[in-house]
Each structure stands twice: as structure tokens, then as C-alpha cells.
């Protein structure tokens, strides 16, 4: 389970032409301006949606250059690795780490020095509970928690408290399974993975033997999908626990539900009848809540640390996905001394001059269009929400750069003037002292981690700060 190199084996089968539609082959143009210029494109955000919007524009467009900002000084976010070293080591594209978009250049500069700029840059906030207890020590946003285990500089600080029995995770999507799996995953299995050496010393004193994964709505509403669910499922050392009486009537509709929905359902139902792996008496267990909306989290005597968690009992309105959680006024608690909010991601708007949909926490947009005829363009999560497997990022991005294309063919973006691209941005960058890292400079960062884990037989051992990332980097 190397959390890397999995999402590069997922990204690669991605790339496979079963999943292009037809309407996204495009045909390939060379549409250089009358002064000569190629048009040049700045695409902020080094992560799945920034990557797929740049391979999508390269390979679509003969001239066309693209640049690529990123906020950290290594490119694809958290998992993705090698899948888009080829886009990054194309001759028309460069990568730039370790600028921060909105702080250290504004989107008004990009803008200016660009003939366009595709805003990919995620969601880097969270999804907030909004209940009391939520700043207790005991209660961490899955981001964090996701951060912390993954080598994220800005996560390396949150050392989680790991010495409760149960811990609580609220959200049943594909993070909150992350989560849980990573909670209770035995430790000879996560020395195999590039998890951070802290986070695994951290993880073998943890007691933790009971991650319970709650929801709002019911089984027929779970957010995860099924390669995820396996995983948990299957994992050694570990037994579902679940609640019989929360599937009631679940067989008697599968055959109403869409294939996938159908087939993850099954594996749940599997699951609650304890007929998957034959794990009976494992040390650990984990299981579904449902029905259930965090209300409060419970301090302990101290009053500083959580102690439990106080949930509202709902009933469902309405049916399948659509169905709508309904408090009854029953009230549940819960003891436990660990809980990790796993609700969502949010986007947050880096720079006041672009559009922003607070309350959606997107960037308003037409296919990827921000506002027409300027030149400005948004991809991935901060386009359509966090929402999607990396299948959806990719279509989605893809279906911006079509967008920008168009708007070149069409004479929407005025390639005729010259830009100065990276050559401006970069002289602003260096009279602001911003030490910006190029992909050769982070093959130096990814070749010292490789360095590090052979050390002691992991597949890489993360830089967790971004000081000696910089040291490294500009040896
Ligand atoms: P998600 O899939 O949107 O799931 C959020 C969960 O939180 C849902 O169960 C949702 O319940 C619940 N929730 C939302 N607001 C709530 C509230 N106020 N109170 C209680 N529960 C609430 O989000 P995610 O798990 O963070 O994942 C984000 C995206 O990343 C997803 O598209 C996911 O598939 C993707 N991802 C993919 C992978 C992978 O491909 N392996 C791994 C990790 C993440 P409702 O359904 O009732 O709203």
C-alpha cells in the first residue's frame, strides 16, 4: 500500500483510451500568432487538475507554451507522482514550486504576463462541523490527519493524539475510509508505504482498535466507492462491526439501484453479514454508523480533550441517493477520544480579483470559462467542487482546456501580443526573495527521498520541511 505510487498505477489506467471519450479528441493545431508569438498559458496548481489541463493543451496545441505555479515546492499534491512527469519534462511546459499564487505573484501580474491563466489550484480548505467540541484536542479535520501521515509540510506539527480505544469518523466518503484504513492498518503493512517515518512511529504506539465511520443518511446514501470500501474490507487484522438492524430492506431494492451503487451496496451488505474475508475475532474493528448527525463533541473531565461525541438519531425523506437525513429529536452518545471531521474539502478564493461563489466555494464558470474573453479559465475541484474520482478531474479538465483552445481559434484570447511569460514573473519573484523550484530541482528532492527510504527499506522517506526541501533542491 504505497499511497503514491497507488494513485500512480490509478492515474496511468486512466490514461488508457477507454475512458476518452470520443468528443475530447481534438484535432491537433498550430496556431501561432501573426507577431510570431506562441501563445502562452499559466496554469496555478501543480495537481491532478493543473497536470491534466496542461497534457490536454500540449498535446492538443503544436505551439502552445505552459507554465505551471505551484504553492509547494513538489508538483502533483499529495499522491500523484511520475503519472505527469512526462507533461512537466515536455519542452514546451515548466514547472515552478514554492510560489504561493495570491501572496507571493497576484493573479492580476499572471494575467499580464500571460494570454491566459487556468486556475487548478483544489481545495485546500475544509468543510467546517460547526458544533461545539470542535476545537478540543481529540478532534482533527481528515485533511490534517491525511496531511500529517502523507508528509505535508504545513501537517507535520499535528502529532494526533492516538491513545483512545475508539475513534470516531464523521463522513462516509472515500477520505474518511482513507482515514480509518490508515487507523487501523497493521504496522508491518504500512512499513511497505512511503507514510512518513513520524507517522508510522506515531501509529505503532497507537491504541486505537475501533474506527466508527458515521453518517447523516443511510447505507443506500454511503459516499465512497468500491475499490475503496474493498480495501477497507480486506484489510488484515480487521472485522467489520456493524449494526444488522441498519440494512433492513437493503437486499429488497439492490435491484432498483445503478450498477455501481448496486455492486457497493453488496459489498457492504457482505460486509455487515460478516461474510467477506473471515476475519472473526480480529484485534480491530471498524464499522458503518448511520443515521446519525454529529450535534456536539463531549469534553473530558480536563475539559480540554474530547471524551465522546453526542449524535441527533435522523430518519430518512425521500429514497436512494436524493433521500434527505431528518433529526427525530432522539439524542445518542457516543465515548471515544479521538474524532476526525471528514466532511469535505473547500476551496478557497486566493486572490479578491477573481470571481468566487463563497457559498459553493467554487469559482463561477461556463465549461472552465471565469469570465469570458478574459482570458481566465478554472479546472478540477475549485471549478465543480470536491467532488469525483480523478477520472472526473480529468474530464474536467480536459473539457477546460477545450475551452481555452477554442477561445484561441476563435480570436476570444488575443494571442497577437507578445507576453513575457515566466521571464517577467520570475524577475518578480526574485526582487520578492521567493526561492521558486524547478522540476529538475524537485527530481534532486525526489531523488534524496528515494535516497532516505532505501535507508530503511520504505520506497521513500518524505522532506517534511520545506527549508531543507529548498536545500536540497538548490545543492
Ligand atoms: P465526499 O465524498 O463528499 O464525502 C463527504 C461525506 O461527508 C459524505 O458522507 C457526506 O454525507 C458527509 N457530510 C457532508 N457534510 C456533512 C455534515 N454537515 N454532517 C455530517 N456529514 C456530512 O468527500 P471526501 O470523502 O472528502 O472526498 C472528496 C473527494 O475526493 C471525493 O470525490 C472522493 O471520491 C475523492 N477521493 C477519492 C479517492 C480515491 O479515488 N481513492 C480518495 C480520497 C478522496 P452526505 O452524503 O449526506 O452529504
Not at 467540541?133 to 493524539?161: I, T
Not at 466508527?212 to 443506500?220: A, E, K, S
Not at 437486499?251 to 451496496?265: C, E, I, M
Not at 474493528?285 to 471524551?307: C, H, K, M, V, Y
Request: net charge positive; proline share 5%.
Amino acid at each position: 500500500m504505497n499511497v503514491r505510487r497507488i494513485c500512480v498505477l490509478r492515474c496511468k489506467s486512466l490514461l488508457n483510451s477507454k475512458y476518452l471519450r470520443s468528443s475530447q479528441i481534438v484535432g491537433v493545431r498550430k496556431l501561432t500568432s501573426p507577431s510570431g508569438s506562441s501563445p502562452k498559458v499559466c496554469i496555478v496548481g501543480g495537481g491532478p487538475a493543473g497536470f491534466y489541463t496542461a497534457q490536454h493543451l500540449l498535446k492538443s496545441h503544436l505551439d502552445i507554451r505552459v507554465d505551471l505555479f505551484e504553492r509547494l515546492p513538489v508538483p502533483f499534491g499529495l499522491n500523484v507522482i511520475n503519472t505527469f512527469t512526462q507533461t512537466a519534462l515536455h519542452e514546451r511546459c515548466n514547472f515552478f514550486g514554492n510560489v504561493s499564487v495570491g501572496k507571493d505573484v497576484s493573479v492580476a501580474e499572471l494575467r499580464q504576463a500571460y494570454h491566459a491563466v487556468v486556475l487548478s489550484y483544489g481545495a485546500e480548505g475544509n468543510r467546517h462541523l460547526g458544533i461545539p467540541g470542535e476545537d478540543l484536542r481529540g478532534v482533527y479535520s481528515a485533511k490534517d490527519f491525511v496531511g500529517w501521515y502523507n508528509g505535508l509540510p504545513g501537517n507535520k506539527e499535528l502529532r494526533p493524539d492516538l491513545s483512545s480505544e475508539t475513534a470516531v469518523v464523521l463522513g462516509q466518503g472515500n477520505v474518511a475510509l482513507d482515514v480509518a484504513r490508515i487507523l487501523l492498518s497493521p504496522l508491518d503493512i504500512l512499513k511497505k508505504t512511503d507514510i512518513t517515518q513520524p507517522s508510522l512511529e506515531a501509529l505503532a504506539g497507537s491504541r486505537v482498535q475501533r474506527v466508527l465511520i458515521v453518517g447523516r443518511r443511510g447505507p443506500l446514501q454511503v459516499a465512497c466507492t468500491i475499490k475503496e470500501l474493498r480495501e477497507m474490507v480486506n484489510l488484515p487484522g480487521t472485522m467489520a462491526d456493524m449494526v444488522t438492524a441498519d440494512f433492513e430492506g437493503v437486499a429488497s431494492v439492490l435491484k432498483d439501484l445503478s450498477r455501481p451503487r448496486k455492486r457497493l451496496t453488496e459489498l457492504l451488505l457482505k460486509a455487515a453479514q460478516g461474510g467477506t474475508s473471515g476475519q472473526v475475532g480480529a484485534p480491530r474493528q471498524w464499522g458503518f454508523r448511520f443515521l446519525r448527525s454529529p450535534l456536539e463533541i463531549l469534553p473530558a473531565d480536563d475539559l480540554t480533550s474530547a471524551a465522546g461525541i453526542r449524535l441527533a438519531v435522523n430518519v430518512l425523506e425521500g429514497s436512494h441517493e436524493g433521500a434527505r437525513a431528518v433529526p427525530t429529536g432522539e439524542v445518542e452518545e457516543l465515548k471515544c477520544g479521538m474524532v476526525i471531521s471528514s466532511i469535505g474539502y473547500r476551496s478557497l478564493c486566493i486572490d479578491p480579483v477573481v470571481p468566487f461563489d463563497q457559498h459553493k466555494a467554487v469559482i463561477p464558470n461556463t465549461v472552465g470559462r471565469v469570465r469570458p474573453g478574459a482570458g481566465l479559465y478554472c479546472s478540477g475541484w475549485v471549478k465543480r467542487g470536491p467532488t469525483g474520482v480523478i477520472a472526473t478531474t480529468m474530464n474536467d479538465s480536459f473539457d477546460t482546456a477545450r475551452s481555452l483552445l477554442q477561445d484561441l481559434e476563435a480570436g476570444v484570447i488575443d494571442a497577437s501580443s507578445v507576453k513575457p511569460g515566466s521571464r517577467a514573473v520570475l524577475s518578480s519573484l526574485e526582487s520578492r526573495g521567493v526561492k521558486w523550484v524547478s522540476f529538475s530541482d524537485w527530481e534532486k528532492i525526489d531523488k534524496e527521498e528515494v535516497r532516505r527510504g532505501q535507508r530503511i527499506g520504505k520506497p521513500r522517506e518524505k522532506i517534511l520541511d520545506v527549508a531543507e526541501m529548498l536545500r536540497v533542491a538548490h545543492s
